[in-house]
């Protein structure tokens, strides 16, 4: 019981980590691509710019994780494996 929760817990965070990570892709955007600056708001750009590329590499990160495996033993679930047909 306790890891079904759990398990559904962690889904609903990482999705809500999604959420905020494309609310600040939002918020920066407008700050990254300002055009002719003082110097604080050159401070600003450049530190928006940077934020993005932090989001850019947590994305790719999450990109490049190992697919999740399912604890069943059901082949036929397992991501990115072919279905094995079963022989009577």
Known sequence: MASRLVSRVSV????????LLVTLVGKLAPYATAGPQTGPEHIRTWLAQRGL???GAIGWLVDRL???VN???DESKLAGKP??????
């Not at 279905?83 to 009577?88: E, G, S, Y």
């Open 83 to 88: 279905v094995k047909a079963r022989t009577v």
């Open 53 to 55: 590329d932090g989001i």
């Open 12 to 19: 609903y965070a990482i999705g809500t980590l999604g959420l």
């Open 71 to 73: 604890r069943s033993g």
């Open 66 to 68: 190992p697919p999740s």
